[in-house]
């Protein structure tokens, strides 16, 4: 598709913001009104259409899309989309260790422990640790904790946070993500560690280092949208 605007620009509304094209404000692409809780995610948004040249590069519309999943589906399914993302918390990877005796233990104690245990003082619950991969369920309090926490965030912040914690599958890294003092790389380091491990060990082809530069942009633009929908 051809480039058909000129000026791209944001304007407050009634009920928040809106981009601009020239002077027309745009739609989620289910045809509904594309309004965004804050500036910053508006110039966010403005950004990515600025940035198209003269042929449009649908793949570049990161923040566009995030924005239209909120307002098209999230708004419709806001219960659902808690109980997916409690669904994460309940086999969450960081729960799940090698054996003790194993060297990758030692990295995960490490890389997760400190994660998980800011999450149960943060929110006043406890976590099951298990070793292996057989299934270890976790306390109700715990998911109905956290669970009231995800009912009380809109649905611009649970977009973001269904990015963070499928590319990372854990609910504990993407509510991290929303401390505005996250270190972001380290917050994927501790949800990619196992991979990270076995390329440690047998070294990185071409196509698995693509892969993690992929995942890793892709859960640094989450945060950005989550932080600027959050300002």
Known sequence: M???WKEVSVTESDDGWQVLLDGRAIKTQSG??????TRA??????????AQGEKVDPKSFFHRDM????????????SAT??????????DTLCYRAEPDEPLFQRQEELWEPLLTACERHHGITFERASGIMHRPQP??????????????????????TALTSLAASLVVGMA???????????FAAANAEQD?????????????????????????????LKAART
Do not use: C
Not at 32 to 37: A, D, E, K, S
């Open 140 to 161: 109700e309090a715990s998911l109905a904790a956290l669970g009231a926490v995800l009912e009380r965030e809109d649905e611009f912040t649970l977009a973001a946070l």
């Open 2 to 4: 051809k480039r058909f």
């Open 82 to 91: 808690v109980a997916k993302l409690l669904e994460y918390a309940e086999t």
């Open 32 to 37: 509904n009104q594309h309004v965004l809780p």
């Open 197 to 225: 491990w076995q390329a440690e060990l047998w070294g990185w082809d071409w196509a698995a280092e693509e892969a993690r530069t992929l995942k890793l942009e892709a859960f640094t633009r989450a945060a950005e949208f």
């Open 177 to 187: 993500a929303m401390d505005d003092a996250a270190d972001l790389p380290a917050l």
């Open 67 to 78: 924005a239209d999943y909120a307002l098209d589906v999230i708004s419709r399914e806001r």
């Open 41 to 50: 995610l508006a110039e966010l948004v403005a950004a990515e259409f600025a």
